[in-house]
């Protein structure tokens, strides 16, 4: 395989996990949050996601200067390894204020706690040397409809959105759609209501969207349209790659492991629409098998950035004339076998 220069990847240090998941404890020792930064880079990747939390443990006991001091120092020992801190997310689904939601909670104290934090993540942002913030919207829903007003909550996370503009007038905003769970529904379930939220906002050229493939799909949508709404209207800033069997639980597997073929049009929009030309990261937000042995586990991570590689020189090597040829006599037969050969490479 042609290692590629153009693309830079990035992950979470929560998808080195312990594989615990509703059903059953972990199967694997904790592994140190810290020792997880070292293994960025020999597994090829730069880009670094974080929670808030993850740069600043505790932040909910701690004062702003404290916390701006963390950061400050963890930014300096991320660039000292030669890791680039892609975004900062608000833990807004964990802490018993945000048990019936953040900015939709209905509670004003409760609403209150959520945009605080979220200011506050926008300077932990800034002091660890990131431009963005990523809104994953988890608990903005609700488990039975009657018991918020859709109307209402919706103003609620545009006016949490102006009020995170107006705190800091250069961060972004990056709003990650996702349908359910931990909600029945949510309130941003797709790309094209992240988008709208954009537009409707005070600075929507700040607003943007991180389209993850396993949300897409459950909502019933195809991930690479999703991502190509987005370019579009120039909004796609990030991407969780994974891949997800059907319409169940959010599984988080390997990039292409569910749908090959999916996975092959996911990077063929980014491909042609020169995805990362701007900077952007390739996100994986896949997660290890709950069955695999050794500590920390890094296969699934290692795996997902090989797929996308590979399907990067699919891609790339599809003969475009005769792709063409099919497209033009509207022989789309022709075309889908050409497509699934050039897949399993019979030529
Ligand atoms: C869960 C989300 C979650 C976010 C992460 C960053 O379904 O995919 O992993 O991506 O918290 O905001
Ligand atoms: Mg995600």
Same mark, same amino acid.
């Given at each position: 395989?042609t290692?590629?220069?153009?693309?830079?990847f990035?992950?979470?240090?929560?998808?080195?996990?312990?594989?615990?998941?509703?059903?059953?404890?972990?199967?694997?020792?904790?592994?140190?949050?810290?020792?997880?930064?070292?293994l960025?880079?020999?597994l090829?990747?730069?880009?670094?996601?974080?929670?808030?939390?993850?740069?600043?443990?505790?932040l909910?006991q701690? =004062?702003?200067?404290?916390?701006?001091? !963390?950061a400050?120092?963890?930014?300096?020992?991320?660039?000292n390894? *030669? #890791?680039v +801190?892609e975004?900062?997310?608000?833990?807004?689904?964990?802490?018993?204020e945000?048990?019936?939601?953040?900015?939709?909670?209905?509670?004003?104290?409760?609403?209150?706690?959520?945009?605080?934090?979220?200011?506050?993540?926008a300077?932990?942002?800034?002091?660890?040397?990131?431009?963005?913030?990523?809104?994953?919207?988890?608990?903005?829903?609700?488990?039975?409809?009657?018991?918020k007003?859709?109307?209402?909550a919706?103003?609620r996370?545009?006016?949490?959105?102006?009020?995170?503009l107006?705190?800091?007038?250069?961060?972004?905003i990056w709003?990650?759609?996702?349908?359910?769970?931990?909600?029945?529904?949510?309130?941003?379930?797709?790309?094209?209501?992240?988008?709208?939220?954009?537009?409707? =906002?005070?600075?929507?050229?700040?607003? !943007?969207?991180?389209?993850?493939?396993?949300?897409?799909?459950?909502? *019933? #949508?195809? +991930?690479s349209?999703?991502?190509a709404?987005?370019?579009?209207?120039?909004?796609?800033?990030?991407?969780h790659?994974?891949?997800?069997?059907?319409?169940?639980y959010?599984?988080d597997k390997n990039?292409?492991?569910a749908?090959?073929?999916g996975?092959?049009?996911?990077v063929?929009?980014?491909?042609?629409n020169h995805?990362?030309?701007?900077g952007?990261?390739v996100?994986?937000?896949?997660?290890?098998?709950?069955?695999?042995?050794?500590?920390p586990?890094?296969?699934?991570l290692?795996?997902?950035?090989?797929?996308?590689?590979?399907l990067?020189?699919?891609?790339?090597?599809?003969?475009?004339k005769?792709?063409?040829?099919?497209?033009?006599?509207?022989?789309?037969?022709?075309?889908?076998l050409?497509?699934?050969?050039?897949?399993?490479g019979?030529?």
């Open positions: 395989m290692p590629s220069t153009e693309y830079r990035s992950f979470g240090p929560w998808n080195i996990c312990e594989g615990k998941d509703p059903f059953g404890p972990a199967t694997r020792a904790p592994y140190d949050h810290e020792a997880k930064f070292a960025y880079r020999p090829g990747f730069e880009g670094v996601q974080l929670h808030d939390d993850d740069v600043v443990p505790d909910d701690l =004062s702003g200067p404290q916390i701006l001091a !963390k400050t120092q963890v930014g300096t020992m991320l660039g390894q *030669g #890791l +801190p975004f900062v997310a608000p833990r807004l689904w964990f802490s018993p945000t048990i019936d939601g953040g900015y939709t909670s209905n509670s004003a104290a409760d609403r209150r706690y959520a945009l605080d934090r979220t200011l506050r993540t300077d932990i942002a800034r002091a660890v040397g990131s431009k963005a913030i990523v809104l994953w919207l988890a608990r903005e829903g609700t488990s039975l409809r009657e018991s007003n859709a109307v209402t919706y103003q996370i545009l006016d949490a959105i102006n009020a995170i107006d705190h800091d007038k250069e961060i972004e709003i990650e759609p996702k349908p359910n769970e931990p909600c029945d529904h949510a309130y941003v379930p797709t790309i094209g209501h992240a988008v709208s939220l954009a537009y409707a =906002s005070k600075d929507p050229v700040r607003v !943007k969207g991180l389209i993850e493939t396993a949300h897409a799909l459950l909502a *019933g #949508l195809d +991930p349209d999703e991502m709404f987005a370019i579009a209207h120039g909004k796609l800033a990030s991407v790659l994974n891949d997800q069997n059907g319409l169940k959010d599984q990039f292409g492991a749908n090959l073929r996975a092959f049009n996911q063929r929009v980014l491909e042609e995805y990362g030309s701007r952007e990261f996100g994986l937000d896949v997660k290890a098998m709950r069955t695999q042995a050794g500590n586990v890094t296969a699934h290692a795996s997902s950035r090989e797929i996308f590689l590979h990067v020189e699919k891609v790339r090597s599809l003969d475009l005769e792709q063409q040829q099919y497209i033009d006599a509207r022989d789309y037969e022709g075309l889908e050409f497509t699934i050969r050039h897949l399993l019979i030529h």
